[in-house]
């Protein structure tokens, strides 16, 4: 066990792991041993010896009266009184004794026992150490080297030598990976078992907009732009709500940059996803409005659900022109809006004077033309 505690620093060095946890790691592999080979009560410790660059194996004993009942029933945590002076003269009742043990008179098998109970221990402190590195950035981007793509497209990440999966329900529509391809997703879940550290990855959750965002601008990053919302169809269209205190400030010219630079990044990051930029509003009617843009609104009347479960309703009234603009293609308009603003979206279209006159002209003027071809039939 000679200079066992350099062996400590070197483990601790290629493991990336501190020394005190390493060393902890062998003192308690020592003393399981111990109890297994000596007595499973004795009451063992382990210190170190700096300048011997060692470690010792010690029993501590406390000293009681020559005729107390615990030397009888617990010798190896008690020492009478007078057979301790022989140790030590000015010992007194209560005192501990120390010595040390020598590990070197122990079995080849607890020896061998101690290396395994090392090995498994010291990867399972690794273990520990990444499955707590990894909680702490659970919700955050991380980025990997795909390794493997199964048959049903699933695809692998090494991410710390921990191969994490991206499903495929988890992937950007149309997006396809191939071995050796760096990937960046948000760690969506992390857990960990008999068979290790488990990390599920996925790049269609709002929150890796976000995260991006954050990344490409420094005024989100830095706190003085807040992103108070986000809604997304993965690898078609998505909408954040943002906001600033700061009244010289332009939050959503912050977040689209000059020219479009910051949001055109995060746009080809997410497969070309398209995204919309809105002013985020405390009053559901303004922030309704807001997110059905492009299309101008007349007026929307909130009404509550009245069922906790289910979204209050937003009757939005609009021009019969705005509607499509409203609905957006295949609805993904609409229903943005409605998850950015949590509210279910009922159109009413309002039907213009002018429209309306143009409806009745065409009405009669078709009945003047279906009047002449009914003549010339006779």
Request: glycine share 6%.
């Amino acid at each position: 066990m000679e200079k066992i505690l350099d062996i400590i620093e070197l483990i601790a060095y290629e493991k990336g792991l501190q020394v005190s946890m390493v060393s902890q790691v062998v003192k308690d592999s020592i003393i399981k041993m111990a109890k297994k080979e000596i007595d499973e009560n004795t009451n063992y410790s382990v210190e170190e010896d700096p300048k011997e660059r060692t470690l010792k194996l010690i029993q501590t004993l406390i000293v009681c009266e020559d005729n107390d009942t615990g030397v009888i029933q617990d010798p190896n945590n008690f020492i009478p009184l007078q057979k301790a002076k022989e140790m030590a003269q000015d010992v007194n009742i209560g005192d501990e004794i120390k010595y040390e043990l020598s590990l070197e008179d122990m079995s080849r098998n607890a020896v061998n026992s101690l290396f395994r109970d090392l090995e498994f221990n010291i990867q399972r402190t690794i273990e520990d150490q990444l499955f707590e590195k990894f909680k702490s950035n659970t919700g955050k981007i991380i980025t990997g080297v795909v390794v493997r793509v199964d048959e049903a497209q699933n695809t692998f990440i090494e991410i710390d030598e921990i191969r994490a999966i991206l499903s495929i329900k988890n992937r950007i529509k149309g997006e396809k990976f191939v071995v050796g391809d760096t990937v960046s997703s948000i760690l969506k879940h992390v857990s960990i078992d008999r068979n290790g550290i488990r990390l599920e990855l996925s790049r269609t959750t709002p929150k890796m907009l976000e995260e991006l965002l954050k990344l490409e601008v420094p005024e989100i990053k830095d706190g003085e732009v807040v992103i108070a919302k986000s809604a997304r169809i993965p690898g078609d269209r998505a909408k954040i709500a943002v906001y600033s205190n700061n009244p010289k400030i332009d939050p959503i010219g912050s977040s689209v940059g000059v020219k479009g630079v910051r949001i055109n990044a995060v746009s080809k990051e997410l497969n070309g996803e398209n995204i919309d930029c809105i002013e985020y509003s405390e009053v559901p009617e303004i922030f309704i409005s807001k997110a059905l843009s492009p299309a101008n609104i007349i007026s929307i009347k909130i009404q509550p659900s009245g069922d906790p479960t289910l979204p209050p309703k937003a009757i939005v009234n609009i021009m019969s022109d705005q509607k499509s603009k409203a609905i957006g293609k295949n609805g993904i308009n609409i229903r943005l809006a409605s998850m950015l603003t949590g509210h279910d979206i009922e159109l009413i279209e309002i039907v213009s004077q002018k429209e309306s006159q143009n409806t009745q002209d065409q009405a009669v003027s078709k009945v003047g033309i279906d009047a002449l071809e009914s003549l010339f039939r006779q």
